[in-house]
């Protein structure tokens, strides 16, 4: 059936363009009718391929993206409908999904989501149930017809969906460790079946160069679409303090906004005019479309961009060095290109691989005697878990494994233990948003969105890692989290063969009764 955001992103001389409207709280308010009115204006018009819709931005309640891509699919525009985890079981996306496909609406930008802020009566309860990766998988499968057994056992095939399903990645980081998980995630995701990836926001032009560079030189195939922002003082003042997550605007680039608001027009034109040449740059980078963006804006805020944009793509060259507004001490994969502005083709250098510390090196070295099948202790452990498995005993050794995980690791009892692929660091305790493939874009300096006095676990898992030298061991995908096994003895399960790490070096599944 057509879509013509699709077939935009699938033509190669065409430059897709999307329009980012931001829905409020509340069912009739401003926010909401100025949101049909922009839709309408665009609609008259050939140049937006699709309008893309936010959900429940920073965490905050709203009225639903997916109700908002149905009404504008009705208008005749192409909805681009921002779906994520924060608050949904995978439940709950599936029925959601039903709805979108039933109404026709097929164009998704799966994310993780900022963690939930203020709602009715206080702060609400995130979810965060399966990550962008898995979301992506799930809507693929559903795209192929997802099969599935009834409550009689009896196999069933849902019949197949049309998704164009899209993700996100955020090159603009200040650490290491924050830059190549990043990396490592959108791999995954390509590999998962995003079809496009959006960046997040930001102006470092050496960066958006950053992310196509890495993405031709590994082969991922998958369109890249440059986020642009019209940011006034206000909103970059904002994102330099960390109030919107995972969006970064320098100490330089707030001093240069606020020379801008000085003008007449209180600086509108010069925010457009720094949106027009964030185009220019990102065509001639090679990048496959725009996402433009920014608070207040109107369709002629927008056609100006694209129009304005045009007119600098000659010297888009020369634009760069406008956007060169790095982190401080900041990473990246390339060398700078004097020359350019932009980055060479030369790898820059990791940092040196930490000291390897005590108890990484203990915990190191009693999983590969435990957890290892070729390790020591493997098989008698095996052997005796059998033994007690179903008995009264599995009871007192659930409550051992529970007091030394709880002591390590603050152990949730989750039943699917992903600690020996993080270098045992938990997602499920220690990350609050429970990824399990990567870290989420809201880290700032590599410490974590929600808790800013701790580090991301994916900062101190690729840190463990590369004590040995493994941390691409960071781009294994791990399987969404099996409820089925909740407040059940991980190490059970591992060694009888229940759970996804088992089943990835290959232990046989026990079954006690052909025993």
């Not at 997802?146 to 069933?156: A, I, T």
């Not at 990396?183 to 960066?207: H, P, S, V």
Request: hydrophobic letters at 30%; one cysteine or more.
């Amino acid at each position: 059936m057509p879509n013509p955001f699709k077939d935009s992103i699938a033509n190669e001389d065409d430059f897709t363009i999307t329009w980012e409207l931001v829905p409020g709280r509340g069912a009739r308010e401003t926010n909401q009718e100025e949101i049909f009115e922009h839709a309408e204006e665009a609609s008259k018009h050939d140049l937006v391929d699709a309008i893309s819709l936010t959900d429940n931005p920073s965490g905050n309640p709203a009225i639903s993206a997916e109700y908002l891509g149905m009404k504008l699919k009705e208008m005749g525009l192409e909805p681009l409908v921002h779906f994520t985890a924060k608050d949904k079981s995978r439940n709950e996306m599936e029925s959601f999904l039903y709805s979108l496909e039933r109404e026709k609406v097929h164009n998704l930008l799966l994310m993780t989501g900022d963690f939930p802020s203020e709602g009715y009566d206080g702060k609400s309860k995130p979810v965060f149930d399966i990550d962008s990766t898995h979301m992506i998988e799930m809507v693929q499968e559903m795209n192929a017809g997802l099969e599935y057994k009834d409550s009689f056992g009896r196999p069933q095939e849902i019949k197949e969906t049309h998704f164009f399903p899209g993700a996100v990645v955020s090159p603009f980081k200040q650490t290491e460790a924050e830059v190549m998980t990043q990396y490592y995630k959108l791999e995954k995701k390509a590999n998962a079946g995003a079809k496009f990836i959006i960046t997040q926001l930001g102006f470092d032009a050496r960066k958006f160069h950053e992310l196509k560079q890495y993405v031709d030189e590994g082969g991922i195939d998958v369109p890249l679409i440059g986020n642009v922002y019209v940011l006034s003082y206000g909103a970059g003042r904002a994102m330099n303090r960390g109030d919107i997550p995972g969006c970064v605007v320098t100490d330089d680039l707030v001093d240069q906004l606020s020379e801008d608001k000085n003008a007449d027009d209180r600086g509108h034109g010069a925010y457009l005019t720094r949106a027009a040449k964030m185009y220019a740059f990102l065509k001639g980078m090679g990048y496959d479309g725009v996402h433009i963006g920014g608070h207040g804006m109107s369709y002629n805020d927008v056609e100006y961009v694209v129009d304005k944009g045009e007119e600098f793509l000659p010297e888009w060259k020369e634009l760069v060095t406008e956007f060169d507004y790095p982190m401080e001490d900041g990473f990246y994969v390339y060398e700078r290109d004097g020359s350019t502005g932009l980055n060479s083709s030369t790898r820059s250098e990791l940092s040196p691989r930490p000291r390897k510390g005590f108890v990484n090196m203990t915990f190191r070295l009693m999983h590969n005697q435990l957890f290892e099948p070729d390790g020591l202790f493997f098989k008698p452990m095996q052997l005796f878990l059998r033994a007690i498995d179903g008995t009264f005993l599995e009871e007192r050794f659930q409550s051992l494994e529970r007091i030394i995980k709880t002591i390590t690791n603050d152990c949730q009892e989750c039943g699917d233990c992903a600690l020996t692929e993080l270098a045992y660091i938990c997602p499920m305790s220690q990350c609050p948003k429970n990824q399990r493939n990567g870290p989420c874009g809201g880290s700032r300096d590599g410490m974590c969105e929600v808790y800013p006095d701790k580090q991301c676990i994916y900062v101190r898992s690729y840190d463990r890692l590369k004590e040995y030298g493994d941390q691409e061991q960071l781009q294994e995908w791990i399987p969404a989290h099996d409820w089925e096994l909740n407040h059940t003895s991980s190490w059970l399960n591992y060694w009888l063969g229940r759970d996804h790490a088992s089943q990835k070096v290959g232990i046989e599944l026990y079954k006690p009764d052909e025993n």
